[in-house]
């Protein structure tokens, strides 16, 4: 089946780290781009990061320098590193696929919680 | 940035009537723009993607067009179950952006 898994979200303190992850099955993720999205309580989606099957990396302004983004290709799967986490990081945090020519993401796991509370 | 703006916020509607929801970018997208359903406590799936090319597997009565700076989700003949949030979404440049999103109530 083709899916992505995320994990890894719980309760952290301000300042804290958290690493997610998002395993991917029946595809590979180096041959696709792989976006994380995140959603806060209530709100709308917010683009965080992508890594590019060239391994390529980009990050939303309000993540640059906290958050790192990576892929393990024998794990077929791609990692986000939350440092130094702030309250208005707490989210639904998506992993979601971009195959092919196409920039639509086709392709979205179930999401994993990050709250961000003392 | 491209700045997503979605019209309404908020829609109540009955079963059968035609509702459009439009997105605007604040600069030409070209047809860089994908539309997502999300209901409640599950993740957004695609409904349209540039702009106006069918997804396999989407009930036919949603449609999508424009080009440019403005967009349009139209749903024919709305069903119970088409209750959800929807957002485009722009891949014409980073940072990514997505509009604030359109909640749509049935009847």
């Known amino acids: 089946e083709v899916q992505l898994v995320e994990s890894g979200g719980g309760l952290v303190q301000p300042g804290g780290s958290l690493r997610l992850l998002c395993a991917a099955s029946?595809?590979?993720?180096?041959?696709?781009?792989i976006y994380w999205v995140r959603q806060a309580p209530g709100k709308g989606l917010e683009w965080v990061s992508v890594i590019y099957g060239d391994s390529r990396t980009s990050y939303a302004d309000s993540v640059k320098g906290r958050f790192t983004i990576s892929r393990d290709n024998s794990q077929n799967t791609v990692y986000l590193q939350l440092n130094s986490l702030r309250r208005e990081d707490t989210a639904v945090y998506y992993c979601?696929?971009?195959?092919?020519?196409?920039?639509?993401?086709?392709?979205w796991g179930q999401g994993t919680l990050v709250t961000v509370s003392s | 940035e491209i700045v997503l703006t979605q019209s309404p916020d908020f829609q109540s509607v009955t079963p059968k009537e035609k509702v459009t929801i439009t997105c605007r970018a604040s600069?030409?997208?070209?047809?860089?723009l994908h539309w997502y359903q999300q209901k409640p406590d599950q993740s957004p799936k695609l409904l349209i993607k540039y702009a106006s090319q069918s997804i396999s597997g989407v009930p036919s009565r949603f449609s999508g067009s424009g080009s440019g700076t403005d967009f349009t989700l139209t749903i024919n003949s709305l069903e119970a179950e088409d209750a959800a949030a929807y957002y485009c979404h722009q891949s014409s440049s980073l940072p990514i952006t997505f509009g604030q999103g359109t909640r749509l109530e049935i009847k």
């Open positions: 600069q030409s997208i070209v047809t860089s």
């Open positions: 029946g595809f590979t993720v180096s041959s696709s781009h």
């Open positions: 979601a696929r971009v195959i092919g020519a196409s920039y639509a993401y086709d392709l």
